[in-house]
């Protein structure tokens, strides 16, 4: 089965923080997302990654910037933490570079709250 | 941009079906999926349909896709009370990310 998993489940921070969310997937899985839930919003994607050192942006980049320096494993990094970014953060993952037919397998969520 | 809609409640007796509905806009969406959230989890995947499909049936679950109006349902059987979660319709087309609706959350009444 494929594995997502997120290094933490709950986080506490404060404003103005740098805080560093991380995401490991064991599937060699090339593909890997970034996503955030708010009530009553859905998913928003963050950022993404198609590729080791590769990022784009999704719908909501501002304020956040990812790393992808192995395969394996996908951070968020919130630069300098604010209270509006207080939210359950999801991390995905999934096969193939085209991202068609393959589905994306979840970590279980980091809820993040800023104080 | 593209969009995916659904209603954000239903609730439903146990023992009963339950049908969620999903709309979506992007007439060359090649995949369609159900995912399920449990309270404090992530998004496990329930079942997905090729765009080429109109059924498919997986146990309880049941997918009618309507491509001619862009209509996604999810039927679920029998419905359970660890049926009770939030589930997303979510469309795919090319080389994109999926593109997730809001959620509808399932309440099963025992």
């Known amino acids: 089965d494929v594995k997502v998993t997120q290094s933490s489940r709950y986080l506490v921070k404060r404003t103005g923080e740098k805080v560093f969310l991380e995401c490991v997937q064991d599937?060699?899985?090339?593909?890997m997302f970034w996503y955030r839930q708010d009530p009553g919003l859905g998913l928003r994607l963050i950022y993404f990654s198609y590729d080791v050192k590769m990022k784009e942006k999704g719908d909501i980049p501002e304020g956040y910037s990812v790393s992808r320096e192995k395969k394996e494993r996908f951070s968020l990094i919130l630069e300098s933490a604010s209270t509006n970014q207080t939210s359950m953060y999801l991390c995905?993952?999934?096969?193939?570079?085209?991202?068609?037919?393959?589905?994306?397998?979840f970590g279980d969520g980091t809820r993040l709250s800023i104080l | 941009g593209e969009d995916v809609e659904q209603s954000l409640f239903l609730s439903v007796r146990e023992g009963d079906s339950s049908v969620i509905n999903c709309t979506y806009t992007d007439s060359s969406s090649t995949y369609l999926y159900w995912y399920k959230q449990e309270p404090g989890a992530g998004l496990q995947l329930l079942t997905y349909i090729f765009s080429n499909m109109d059924m498919k049936q997986d146990q309880r679950l049941t997918v009618l896709l309507n491509k001619k109006d862009k209509h996604l349902s999810l039927r679920i059987a029998d419905t359970q009370t660890g049926d009770s979660a939030i589930y997303f319709c979510?469309?795919?087309?090319?080389?994109?990310?999926?593109?997730f609706g809001k959620g509808t959350r399932l309440s099963v009444i025992a």
């Open positions: 995905a993952s999934s096969l193939s570079g085209q991202g068609a037919d393959q589905p994306q397998h």
């Open positions: 979510a469309e795919i087309s090319g080389n994109t990310p999926l593109v």
């Open positions: 599937m060699d899985h090339e593909n």
